[in-house]
């Protein structure tokens, strides 16, 4: 499909072993919509946080930057789209805004989708630093945000009813 070549997605995102959430999730339903779609794990898990057990890595900043560098380095970091899910540290999610700010300032189009996977029904399941990193950085920069109800609350400051 030619228009899959000039539709792409970067998507930062989770990689669980058994479920789907975060980029296991995601990227067949927007390659069924002709997206082409790179993907960066965030974190890969045996299973999403809600389990009693949780194993496996969160990847850094620096890793994270590593990636990103190889891909323009290459000038393959032309996208449409971002999309960016779970994150599992502070430094990993700056390393996140920054490279938003970047592709913004390659493609000005580029729509940001942000879901500030960070918790739900009254608890965080994410450190509690993050909170602010995107209610004061990230935020401001999506252009699509897909908070789930109690994350809307958190960022706004607010009780919804």
Sequence with gaps: MSSSSSRRVLS???????????????????Q????E????????LCNHTGYKHVKGQV???????????GLVLNDIHH???ILTGYV????????VVDIVK????????LIYVCDPVMGDNGHMYVPKELLPIYRDHLVALADILTPNQYEAELLTGLQIK
């Design 12 to 30: 930062i995102q989770s990689h669980v072993v058994s479920g789907y959430v975060g980029n296991k999730s995601a990227t067949f339903p927007l």
């Design 32 to 35: 069924v919509l002709g997206y």
């Design 37 to 44: 779609v790179d993907q960066i794990n965030s974190v890969q």
């Design 59 to 69: 990847l850094n900043a620096e890793e994270l930057g590593e990636l990103f560098d």
């Design 79 to 81: 996208y449409t789209h």
């Design 88 to 95: 599992g540290s502070e430094s990993f999610l700056f390393k």
């Design 102 to 109: 970047k592709l913004k300032k390659t493609n000005p189009n």
